[in-house]
């Protein structure tokens, strides 16, 4: 019952992350980014990871898209405004991109052993038990992610200040 | 548990009767909320307001919606035709999809059979809620940019700068109230306010709540996407038909659902002191949680029609300056609460 879920998910995710580089208006290709955090949300729900799916889709969907969204309407960039690259550099993004998909199937392939949770029992995802690993055996990881957000959050606003005064 | 899809047939039935009843009942609420809006601004007026269209005028809505229906479907030359249709009904549908895990009683017993009052029971229901909210701009943000027209424009960047500002003071004082419950499920929250509603234990949080929730619905005092005297209409200026229609439909439901969500949050969702939400066969809880959420609407469009509109600046400058911080601070009081003095 999963597995026919899983491969219409697993389809719909690579689909639309392909549309999303192939489509030239920037505001197609945040929609089709869009639809590809609603199938990567749905194969968190398949892993029962409720928790992880919805933060996902507040935090990608509901806030870093819209932000890239109103960018994008803000400096109104578009399909006659979008610089054209040629047929050159497309070849050798192309080529380093198809590299870069090698290295990573190759380092992938056969390394990790992964086994699939039992869907009806396994309570791995659910937030009370997040919490608990988050903080007990991950506290440390945690709390530098933390911080590192901070800093770049400060930064951001002093990059964003014009009339500096140190 | 959402994977073992091996539902009995009846347990579909069930679940299909509820969910159209709650179609029925959000789309019969948001209609005869704009005739409650029309009738409450006529009174802060001293007019009348609609009258006749059937007695009193309670079949306005019908008549608006037949006009709705028969007036020209417009679609300006130079749009993106499909985002320009699409954007409508992403917000109509993001609207209807929240009242899902609401819990708007306990059973009900109905020819013989139990009926579970809420759709589905999510442990992370009061997420959901959030994320319905933040992808409700979407639609709006669709709509004014597929329009290809300046005001449209203007209007959307608008409504997703104010989303953003907003859903970050609502996000956190959510914290407070699910730091009080220790759960993210909406029926668990309800359940725990048996004795005491969590607006004792939570004012400020409410307030800013409610704050929030007014800019997330787009209402005046904070309608700076839609506000005719500087940009003609706002995001749905080119709208025109029932796709105008669905726009304004979507913000009375998104006005319902907020309101029920804040009457779950704070003010006890179906408990009220006295009446056991158990009684006429469990028909009480919806009754008083309705009851509820009706009132907040009246708050509403008493704000609406009282308050002027904000500035821009003053708006964002309210958002980031004074409900952020305050909302930090009430969360960090909830925090200390409950640390020295327990629940």
Same mark, same amino acid.
């Given at each position: ?8 998910? @697993? ?12 489509? +030239? ?61 040629? @047929? ?24 990790? $052993?992964?086994?699939?949770? $039992?869907?009806?029992?396994? +309570? ?18 945690? $709390? ?6 901070? @800093? ?15 | ?12 039935? &069930? ?21 409650? &809006? ?31 229906? %028969? ?8 749009? &993106? ?85 907003? &859903? ?60 005719? %005297? ?114």
């Amino acid at each position: 019952m999963v597995l026919p879920i899983f491969l219409t998910l @697993a389809a719909i995710s690579i689909l639309t992350a392909l549309l999303m580089v192939l489509s +030239k208006n920037p505001v197609h290709s945040v929609l089709y980014l869009i639809l590809t955090f609603f199938a990567i949300a749905g194969q968190y729900i398949l892993l029962n990871a409720q928790f992880l799916a919805v933060v996902h889709i507040i935090v990608y969907a509901g806030a870093i898209m819209v932000l890239f969204l109103f960018v994008l309407m803000l400096l109104n960039l578009s399909k006659e405004t979008e610089p054209q690259k040629s @047929a050159m550099w497309k070849l050798s993004g192309g080529i380093a991109a198809g590299m870069l998909l090698v290295t990573l199937v190759g380092a992938l392939r056969g390394g990790i $052993e992964v086994t699939i949770p $039992e869907n009806a029992s396994g +309570k791995v995802g659910l937030v009370e038990n997040l919490g608990m690993v988050l903080f007990t055996d991950f506290v440390v990881p945690f $709390e530098i992610a933390g911080i590192l957000f901070l @800093a770049a959050m400060v930064g951001a606003v002093l990059v964003g200040k014009r009339d500096l005064q140190v | 548990m959402s994977l073992i899809l091996l539902f009995s047939l009846g347990f579909i039935i &069930e679940k299909a009767v509820l969910i159209i009843a709650l179609f029925a009942l959000t789309l019969g609420v948001a209609a005869y909320s704009t005739y409650g &809006e029309r009738k409450i601004a006529a009174f802060f007026q001293d007019r009348l307001g609609p009258s006749n269209a059937g007695p009193w005028g309670l079949l306005q809505p019908l008549a608006d919606g037949v006009k709705m229906f %028969t007036k020209e479907d417009f679609v300006p030359n130079q749009s &993106e035709r499909w985002l320009y249709i699409l954007a409508p009904g992403a917000f109509i549908f993001v609207a209807l999809m929240a009242s899902a895990v609401i819990p708007w009683g306990t059973t009900l017993t109905l020819g013989g059979l139990n009926w579970n009052l809420q759709v589905t029971d999510v442990n992370i229901g009061i997420l959901y809620v959030v994320g319905l909210a933040s992808l409700g701009v979407y639609g709006i943000m669709l709509g004014g940019w597929a329009s290809n027209n300046k005001f449209s424009l203007y209007g959307a960047i608008r409504a997703s700068s104010q989303m953003i500002s907003y &859903e970050l003071a609502m996000g956190l004082s959510i914290i407070a109230i699910v730091m009080l419950s220790g759960s993210l499920s909406l029926k668990t929250i309800v359940d725990q306010q048996a004795g005491m509603w969590n607006v004792v234990y939570q004012p400020l949080g409410f307030i800013l709540f409610l704050t929030c929730a007014l800019a997330e619905c787009n209402r005046a005092p904070f309608d700076m996407a839609e506000c005719e %005297t500087e940009l003609i209409g706002g995001y749905h200026t080119e709208y025109s038909a029932m796709k105008l229609g669905f726009f304004l439909f979507a913000e009375y439901i998104n006005m319902f659902i907020s309101c029920t969500v804040i009457s779950c949050l704070y003010f006890g969702g179906y408990h009220f002191p006295g009446l056991d939400p158990n009684w006429l066969g469990g028909l009480m809880g919806p009754i008083i949680l309705l009851s509820k959420s009706f009132f907040f609407i009246f708050v509403f469009m008493w704000i609406r029609w009282t308050l002027p509109r904000f500035r821009y600046d003053q708006l964002m400058h309210l958002g980031w300056k004074s409900l952020i911080p305050l909302a930090i601070v009430n969360m960090m009081l909830t925090g200390a609460g409950i640390l020295f003095f327990g629940k």
